[in-house]
């Protein structure tokens, strides 16, 4: 199922109502579109990916509001009851991608078989469960790229459903790498006990996720030590491990990314901008670009939309990396 729209299953249209609810949640389901005031859930999902860009899209799940947005993506498990809204003043592009029952089992099964079991068992690879962590992840190298190459088809107005099978097979291969990468992170940690670094990770995602969705308010370290639901001075020594950075080096890098694709993507002041990602006063922002960057905000409003890349890094911002795998693009 391909939409280039976002459905609103509150109007009367009982044709279309009927049509989606026959399909949603038993095939591949693509949403694509732009809008400033759009409202979907609660229901539940398959296994989802989503992401957005020119703002935030708010998801609402298991008791939490996390803002999806240019700097990340969110993945959520099979089974997921989930509500997004988007509430802004300028359009807001958001793509999720939601895979049919089992396609997730069947990809990981094969991932993990030799050639020669591929070769004697054919399409009968035994399936592997697959449970992901649901944090908002920085764009990467791996995901990021197949999102984006299949939102560039999805603006070019491809229908194609075989060719986008063979898109979400290829990035439900990166999420599951993406993913066993992040557990060998979790692994790396300086813990003694296996269970205490899942849940420290665990803990400290939680308010990573506060903090990408808040960080334009006022908020102090024991309000990020009480979302993850550790005494502050814990929380500090184990955000930083876990970030390689302190919490306010990291609300510093996420107002700054922003404000650059404020600065290039509208005519706000210096002073307005500054307002809008949380820092108090025009001054601040100057110096945490010019910090950041080594140019004044002017020189870097005047600089390609790629220069805000290169604030990421493997805890957070984005990576600007081209999707090349020779098949997709041939396809």
Same mark, same amino acid.
């Given at each position: ?31 694509? *579109?732009?809008?400033?005031?759009? /409202? ?14 020119g ?14 947005? /240019? ?7 099979? *089974? ?14 958001? !793509? ?16 993990? @078989?030799?050639?020669?079991s ?57 999420m599951?790498?993406?993913?066993l ?9 300086? !813990? ?16 990573? /996720? ?21 005494? $502050?001075?814990?929380? !500090? ?13 990291y609300?510093?890098? $996420? ?8 600065? $290039? ?12 990602v ?5 001054? @601040? ?29 493997t805890?957070?911002?984005l ?10 693009? /041939?396809?």
């Amino acid at each position: 199922m391909l939409l280039r729209s976002f459905p609103d299953l509150s109007q009367s249209d009982s044709d279309f109502n009927q049509w989606f609810n026959s399909r949603w949640g038993r095939e591949n389901c693509i949403v694509w *579109g732009r809008s400033r005031f759009a /409202d979907f859930g609660p229901c539940t999902h398959t296994l989802s990916i989503r992401a957005a860009w020119g703002g935030a899209q708010h998801c609402h799940f298991n008791g939490r509001t996390v803002a999806v947005d /240019d700097d990340n993506f969110l993945i959520l498990n099979h *089974g997921r009851v989930c509500a997004t809204s988007i509430h802004a003043t300028r359009p807001v592009e958001s !793509l999720a991608i939601s895979f049919r029952p089992g396609l997730a089992e069947r990809i990981c099964g094969a991932m993990a @078989a030799s050639c020669e079991s591929a070769l004697a068992q054919g399409d009968t690879l035994a399936e592997q469960p697959v449970e992901f962590m649901e944090h908002l992840r920085p764009h990467d190298r791996a995901v990021s790229p197949v999102l984006r190459f299949i939102r560039a088809h999805l603006m070019q107005g491809l229908d194609d459903e075989g060719w986008y099978e063979e898109q979400l097979i290829f990035l439900l291969e990166r999420m599951r790498a993406q993913q066993l990468r992040t557990i060998e992170r979790v692994e790396a940690l300086q !813990l003694v006990r296996a269970g205490t670094r899942h849940e420290i990770f665990r803990r400290v995602h939680l308010a990573t /996720d506060f903090l990408h969705t808040n960080y334009a308010q006022s908020f102090s370290l024991s309000t990020l030590a009480n979302v993850a639901c550790l005494s $502050k001075y814990h929380f !500090l020594r184990l955000f930083t491990l876990v970030h390689g950075l302190t919490p306010f080096a990291y609300l510093q890098r $996420k107002r700054t990314c922003v404000a650059l694709r404020l600065l $290039k993507s509208t005519q706000l002041t210096l002073g307005e901008v500054a307002s809008c990602v949380g820092f108090t006063t025009r001054s @601040a922002l100057r110096r945490q670009i010019r910090r950041s960057m080594g140019l004044s905000p002017l020189q870097a409003r005047k600089q390609s939309s790629t220069v805000a890349t290169t604030l990421g890094s493997t805890s957070g911002g984005l990576a600007s990396t081209r999707h090349t795998n020779t098949a997709q693009v /041939d396809s």
